[in-house]
């Protein structure tokens, strides 16, 4: 659990064009995790609800330099290890809608598999299918999340994406 308050904090960008203008901010929220693991295989969740006002009004996507509101997300991921070199597995992330910040509900899905050959334990070469189901969303971390005056457009995060990627570890 978090609580931050604020007073009297210098605003970068005051509104009106007040140069030395103060203001206040709260920031509130939590943020935990559980996990299971098993010989072959493991999961996880993790729950973050996070919340910032200033002047006791949520923040606008114009001030996120203050701080971000999240409202609730989730994310989930489980992975199987069928054989020692092998990992298949797949990931959530689920926002429902935080009407304080006008955000609008999303879930995303990911899948994934990965190789690690016998013989190279610090090799791993992976696949990937991001935004399995092609959801069109504006992630809650985005600058054009939420509330903001004036932002003409918002920020999608890409649509479903194929990956392919070594990593090599030394």
């Known amino acids: 659990m978090f609580y931050t308050e604020i ?19 709260k920031t509130q929220g939590l943020d935990g995790s559980l996990a299971y693991v098993w010989d072959t295989g ?6 973050t609800y996070a919340d910032v006002s200033e002047q006791g009004d949520t923040i606008s996507s114009t001030a996120y330099y203050l701080g971000r509101p999240l409202g609730h997300l989730v994310a989930l991921e489980t ?6 070199e092998w990992t298949i597995g ?5 926002a429902p809608k935080y009407s304080d910040a006008n955000m609008e509900s999303y879930s995303v899905f990911n ?8 013989s190279m334990e610090n090799f ?18 985005n ?28």
């Open 143 to 170: 600058d054009s999340a939420g509330d903001s005056a004036g932002r003409p457009i918002p920020l999608n995060e890409p649509g479903r994406t194929l990956a392919i990627t070594a990593t090599l570890s030394f």
């Open 124 to 141: 791993h070469v992976r696949f990937d299918v991001r935004n399995l189901f092609d959801e069109t969303y504006v992630a809650r971390t």
């Open 111 to 118: 899948a994934y598999a990965e190789y690690t050959p016998p």
């Open 7 to 25: 007073n009297d904090l210098a605003a970068v960008l005051p509104s009106r064009g007040a140069r030395g203008a103060l203001t206040d901010i």
């Open 90 to 94: 797949g990931t959530a992330e689920i």
């Open 79 to 84: 992975a199987w290890h069928p054989r020692k």
């Open 42 to 47: 493991f999961a996880r969740m993790n729950y």
